[in-house]
Every structure is written in C-alpha cells, then in structure tokens.
C-alpha cells in the first residue's frame, strides 16, 4: 500500500498541479507541501499541523480525507518524535498556576461591576459609621479648664454683658 506521501503526490500530478498552486490554494507554505510529499514529518513541531496539513491537501485532490488520516496516524505511530503526545505542561502546578486558571474562569463583564458595587457600598458604609461616631463626640472633651478673666475693673465674678443697644 503507498505512504501518505506517495498519495499525495501521485494525485497532485494526476490533477496536473504545481507545488507551488497547491500552496496558493490551500495556503500552506511550499516547504510543508514538500515535506509532506516527501514523508518528511520532522519538520512539523506537532503531529496536529500534519493532520490538518494532510486534510487540507486531501480535500483538495479530493481524496477519502478519512482513510487518508488514519494511515498518517498509523505511519506516524512508527516515528520516535511523534509516537506519544507531548506534554502539555513540564511540572507540578504551584498556587500561581491554580490562581490564574481559577481568574481566567471568571465572567469579567458581570464580575467588575458587581465589584465596583460593593466597594462602593463597603465605603458608603465606613463612611457612615465614622460619621455617626465623629457626631457623638463631645467637641469639647480634650480641653482643660477655661479661666475667664474679666477686663480691668471686673470682679471675675460676673460675666460682661453685652452693650445695651439704643
């Protein structure tokens, strides 16, 4: 049975079409229509470009796209680089990790306003209680005694009067 490979590029010039116009059709880039033709699968950094590669291509020689990507997955099941997935990340995830997948969850349109809300509820009320709190002091606790003195000739019994008016 042919590679992949091999399909690839035998129905390409059955259809009598340049590397170079399946690249503008399909928009792959010449050196991955190449690669692909050639069998040549290290060039790719994951087996997903390869299997949307191959699709793309296929569609466009209008080959089974199916049976296509079950032979590419069976081909690159013998491949060292390509045999298992990568891992998707290289360690134990810390409390940094677990915080920022938890904020990447949250619906930031409702959660912001709904934020603002309540720090503006939690000042109106702080605001409130120093308010209330500033009001109930006496104003004049804190002060020393007050000693009147009266001007020259007063006893210091009586309080000045204010002038009569005429």
Do not use: C
């Not at 912001?112 to 109930?136: C, D, I, K, N, T």
């Not at 009266?150 to 009067?161: E, I, K």
């Amino acid at each position: 049975m042919p590679t992949v490979a091999e399909q690839l590029r035998v129905a390409r010039e059955a259809q009598g079409l340049t590397i170079h116009q399946v690249a503008d059709i399909t928009k792959i880039r010449t050196d991955h229509v190449r690669a692909l033709e050639d069998g040549n699968f290290g060039v790719f950094a994951a087996p997903v470009y390869i299997r949307g590669f191959v699709r793309t291509y296929a569609a466009l020689l209008k080959l089974n796209v199916e049976a296509l990507v079950v032979a590419l997955d069976a081909e690159l099941g013998q491949t060292e680089k390509f045999r298992e997935p990568p891992p998707l990340t290289s360690g134990q995830k810390g409390f940094l990790d677990v915080l920022m997948l938890q904020l990447s969850r949250v619906n930031w349109r409702v959660a912001l306003p709904s934020l603002g809300a309540a720090l503006l509820l939690l000042a109106g009320f702080l605001g409130y209680r120093a308010w209330r709190q500033q009001r109930a002091q006496d104003p004049l606790n804190g002060l020393g005694p007050g000693i009147h003195q009266s001007g020259a000739g007063g006893s210091g019994n009586t309080l000045p009067l204010p002038p009569a008016r005429k």
